[in-house]
């Protein structure tokens, strides 16, 4: 990680997701079940991210904990054991203090053609299902358009895999738009897609 920092463009500001993780090692940061970190790592994370890009620290207390059990994770199925699947986990998920509409693109299979429908930055209705980690944004998808009410110009471009699932929904309170890209399904011109919401910062 150092090499690749060293190497980047000035413009580029790198940001240290490890030691606010590493300082928080002994509380629920990862899944026992799943290879993801959970919400409360994802925090940590943001608070790393916060420091970098200037952002006051939003505090946990100011958001609405919800809470989904018996999550069996992604290591249950490719490592299923006695011992993993009598501890499940529980998703500890956390409602954005500030109103959020979501907007999710994606392509269809037959046509190809670009479709949309309303999504939601906490999907709850997967609270109830055997896919829990779906609750951050609904899962994985090309493209996601998060809006909020705040008052700001700012908007960002999140390049995430699905840990960016978790992550998001700390962004809420500091940016109008939030654009979540997801580069192992989107098709189209990232770049275009920067130049053309005049978006300012891309993570």
């Given at each position: 990680?150092?090499?690749?920092?060293?190497?980047?463009?000035?413009?580029?500001?790198?940001?240290?997701?490890?030691?606010?993780?590493?300082?928080?090692?002994?509380?629920?940061?990862?899944?026992?079940?799943?290879?993801?970190?959970?919400?409360?790592?994802?925090?940590?994370?943001?608070?790393?991210?916060?420091?970098?890009?200037?952002?006051?620290?939003?505090?946990?207390?100011?958001?609405?904990?919800g809470?989904a059990?018996?999550?069996?994770?992604?290591?249950?199925?490719?490592?299923?054991?006695?011992?993993?699947?009598?501890?499940?986990?529980?998703v500890?998920?956390?409602?954005?203090?500030?109103?959020?509409?979501?907007?999710?693109?994606?392509?269809?299979?037959?046509?190809?053609?670009?479709?949309?429908?309303?999504?939601?930055?906490?999907?709850?209705?997967?609270?109830?299902?055997?896919?829990?980690?779906g609750?951050?944004?609904?899962?994985?998808?090309?493209?996601?358009?998060?809006?909020?009410?705040?008052k700001?110009?700012?908007?960002?471009?999140?390049?995430?895999?699905?840990?960016?699932?978790?992550?998001?929904?700390?962004?809420?309170?500091?940016?109008?738009?939030?654009?979540?890209?997801?580069?192992?399904?989107?098709?189209?011109?990232?770049?275009?897609l920067?130049?053309?919401?005049?978006?300012?910062?891309?993570?």
């Open positions: 990680i150092k090499f690749v920092n060293n190497n980047l463009s000035k413009n580029i500001i790198p940001v240290d997701a490890y030691t606010p993780i590493k300082e928080h090692k002994d509380e629920y940061v990862y899944y026992r079940t799943d290879h993801h970190w959970t919400s409360l790592g994802a925090y940590y994370g943001y608070t790393g991210f916060a420091k970098q890009a200037e952002l006051e620290i939003v505090p946990l207390d100011d958001y609405k904990k809470e059990h018996g999550f069996l994770g992604h290591l249950s199925t490719v490592n299923p054991s006695e011992k993993v699947n009598n501890n499940p986990d529980n500890i998920y956390y409602n954005p203090p500030v109103k959020t509409e979501m907007k999710v693109f994606y392509y269809d299979k037959d046509s190809g053609e670009k479709k949309s429908y309303n999504g939601k930055v906490i999907n709850k209705s997967y609270a109830d299902t055997d896919q829990k980690y609750i951050f944004i609904g899962g994985d998808f090309p493209l996601g358009v998060i809006k909020t009410n705040v700001t110009d700012r908007k960002i471009m999140v390049i995430k895999d699905s840990y960016g699932n978790a992550f998001i929904p700390f962004l809420t309170p500091h940016y109008s738009e939030i654009y979540v890209i997801d580069p192992r399904h989107y098709k189209e011109s990232i770049v275009d920067v130049n053309e919401n005049n978006i300012g910062e891309v993570m």
